[in-house]
């Protein structure tokens, strides 16, 4: 099955920078999306970004303007660029990938995914 890794994940200030990368292997050819999710302690797990393989791209409201999602579909590697981050951005960020339309942001869209990187941000 596809394997994804994550990293990039830190601790910063609030106002700062990261970018998340997940590296995707194994029957990548079959992917039709992938995504982002983060899960804060005590809550449920939100879609963040996610982007088709044909470069369609969607966001939650709350990161939009924020964070840019990026696809690298030669070495099916998955980015997220953060910046203008808040304290309320910490969380488990994890990455996702569906083989399948529909796509979205919606975790029950996405049958693969990865272990997960720490983002916390500071005040």
């Known amino acids: 099955q596809v394997q994804l890794v994550e990293s990039g994940g830190a601790s910063v200030q609030a106002g700062g920078s990261l970018r998340l990368s997940c590296a995707a292997s194994?029957?990548?050819?079959?992917?039709?999306?992938m995504g982002w999710f983060r899960q804060a302690p005590g809550k449920e797990r939100e879609g963040v970004a996610a982007v088709r393989t044909d470069g369609r791209k969607t966001y939650a409201d709350t990161v939009n303007g924020r964070f840019t999602v990026s696809l690298d579909n030669v070495k099916r590697t998955l980015y997220l660029q953060m910046s203008k981050l808040k304290p309320e951005d910490t969380a488990m960020y994890y990455c996702?990938?569906?083989?399948?339309?529909?796509w979205g942001l919606g975790s029950n869209l996405y049958a693969y995914w990865g272990q997960g990187t720490q983002v916390t941000v500071s005040s």
């Open positions: 194994r029957y990548t050819d079959r992917l039709y999306s």
């Open positions: 996702a990938a569906g083989a399948f339309s529909p």
